[in-house]
């Protein structure tokens, strides 16, 4: 599930890429755009491939969903040493095992469940593949086993392989209540001691500057923040979610109403507990 707290605008996006073919991202990195759009996955999944220049050794991340074109693609790039997923989220991982069938490549994931032929990721572990080092950071707030992948040597300020923690355009849905605010916060805090490295997201455009990104992000959320106070605060401290929705995303479009309300009900809880 890709997500956005703009994804009303997803039909405005500007970031159309072609879907045939592996798209340079980065030095070590490039990523294959995914027949999957929608509201909630803007463009589609970038499904990335990391490898060292003249390396015919690749490494994976996020399959995404299973369409044989689009993981016929990703197999051409190389030979696959790992495939490596960002978290549980199907638009993510629901070509994973197929994708271990045609590759005998493990799969690797922070939840043991979403693990084929390989262990399960941990906090801080560095990853050699595809000639590449590859540091997996745990940043849960998304999900609960949101990953980020850390690629140090990529360009001279590196590069993050974000997931859904950091998109490339609008704003993160926590996934309330397996993903938490707190831990979100804590997320982005971390990501940003990273510097201005190159933000490479699973859904939406390139960025620039991850750091800088972060700060963005955090702002966003304290001003979500500041509308939930000042929501209770005339609907009284035990107002419903559906009530404080609709004091502070008055216009959202029904189709991502849900999306709206997570997001409400994972700031009340942070709020409240």
């Known amino acids: 599930m890709g997500t956005s707290e703009n994804a009303q605008e997803a039909g405005n996006a500007e970031h159309v ?9 980065s030095e070590l990195t490039r990523f294959r755009l995914a027949p999957n759009p929608g509201p909630m996955s803007l463009d589609g ?11 015919r050794r690749i490494a994976v991340v996020d399959p995404g969903p299973e369409d044989e074109r689009h993981l016929a693609g990703l197999a051409a790039a190389g030979q696959v040493e ?36 390989g262990e399960p990721l941990e906090d801080g572990e560095v990853i050699s593949a595809g000639g590449v080092e590859i540091r997996v950071v745990a940043t849960p707030g998304h999900t609960s086993d949101s990953l980020c992948f ?4 990529d360009g001279p300020r590196g590069s993050v392989l974000t997931g859904d923690t950091i998109l490339g355009r609008g704003t993160t849905v926590l996934d309330y209540p397996d993903g938490r605010l707190g831990d ?11 510097g201005p490295a190159t933000l490479l997201p699973a859904h939406g455009p390139v960025l620039p500057a991850l750091d800088e990104k972060c700060r963005e992000y955090r702002a966003h ?3 979500r ?20 929705t609709d004091a502070v995303y008055p216009d959202v479009d029904p189709s991502v109403r849900w999306a709206a309300e997570t997001s409400v009900a994972a700031q009340l809880d942070y709020l409240r507990n």
């Not at 850390?150 to 040597?153: K, S």
């Not at 923040?225 to 404080?244: F, N, P, T, W």
């Open 225 to 244: 923040l500041d509308q939930i106070r000042a929501a209770l605060a005339e609907l009284g401290h035990d107002a419903s979610v559906a009530g404080v």
């Open 17 to 25: 890429q072609e879907r045939s073919s592996l798209q340079r991202s």
């Open 82 to 117: 790992v495939i490596l997923i960002t978290h549980r989220h199907a638009d993510h991982t629901a070509a994973s095992a197929r994708f271990h069938e045609l590759t005998g490549a493990p799969v690797r994931a922070a939840a043991k469940e979403y693990c084929h032929g």
């Open 221 to 223: 959320r304290e001003q």
């Open 45 to 55: 999944t970038n499904s990335y491939v990391i490898a060292a220049p003249g390396s």
């Open 150 to 153: 850390h690629l140090p040597g």
């Open 184 to 194: 979100y916060l804590a997320s982005l805090n971390r990501l940003e001691a990273l």
